[in-house]
T-cell receptor
Framework: DTGVSQNPRHKITKRGQNVTFRCDPI?????LYWYRQTLGQGPEFLTY????????KSRLLSDRFSAERPKGSFSTLEIQRTEQGDSAMYLC?????????????FGPGTRLTVL | EDQVTQSPEALRLQEGESSSLNCSYT??????LFWYRQDPGKGPEFLFT???AGEEKEKERLKATLTKKESFLHITAPKPEDSATYLC????????????FGQGTTLQVKP
């Protein structure tokens, strides 16, 4: 069990550019979550997958954001036409089984800076 | 709407000085309350899950308790390595499993 991994760890981009982040969950976990965290705040939910199905999206997830989880394994989060307000830490978490209260384990996060 | 409030926002302790962090929650049917520790620039690290009022969990110098309205994280004789931000989160009924977090309590333990 190598834990949840995320790449890249840091991304600096110019406003208007597109960025993509990758999350590899713990291998046997079928649930995958994306959260966003700004400085001094707790993480905020963005979206959630069970296997390859995207089952919930937050109102925070504008149409510039898209997430995929092909084949129910790794997931990608893409932000199109980035804005300075998108600067944040993007966290991925995974959990096992189908019970919604199962513990979520987080990755190290991707720190995005939009100039 | 499910909501979590943590207090204090920041706490400074001397090494060995015990204290408690508070997590107040409003949720339509609590299904689980979670405590995480987060070091600067890193992802949250899982500490405890509590499911029902009266439940307690312990790990080294940390003890988490739960009532119907709040949870406490008690830190006994803290050490400088306990310095971190402690996050509380809940999952409510009818929820797909997304965590609703508080803003965290940043703990600094001085030697």
């Amino acid at each position: 069990d190598t834990g949840v991994s995320q790449n890249p760890r840091h991304k600096i981009t110019k406003r208007g550019q597109n960025v993509t982040f990758r999350c590899d969950p713990i291998s046997e976990h079928n649930r995958l979550y994306w959260y966003r965290q700004t400085l001094g705040q707790g993480p905020e939910f963005l979206t959630y997958f069970q296997n390859e199905a995207q089952l919930e999206k937050s109102r925070l997830l504008s149409d510039r954001f898209s997430a995929e989880r092909p084949k129910g394994s790794f997931s990608t989060l893409e932000i199109q036409r980035t804005e300075q307000g998108d600067s944040a830490m993007y966290l991925c978490a995974s959990s096992t089984r189908d019970t919604s209260t199962d513990t979520q384990y987080f990755g190290p996060g991707t720190r995005l800076t939009v100039l | 709407e499910d909501q979590v409030t943590q207090s204090p926002e920041a706490l400074r302790l001397q090494e060995g000085e015990s204290s408690s962090l508070n997590c107040s929650y409003t949720v339509s049917g609590l299904r689980g309350l979670f405590w995480y520790r987060q070091d600067p620039g890193k992802g949250p690290e899982f500490l405890f899950t509590l499911y029902s009022a009266g439940e307690e969990k312990e790990k080294e110098r940390l003890k988490a308790t739960l009532t119907k309205k709040e949870s406490f994280l008690h830190i006994t004789a803290p050490k400088p390595e306990d310095s971190a931000t402690y996050l509380c989160a809940v999952i409510g009924s009818g929820n797909t499993g997304k965590l609703i977090f508080g803003q965290g309590t940043t703990l600094q333990v001085k030697p």
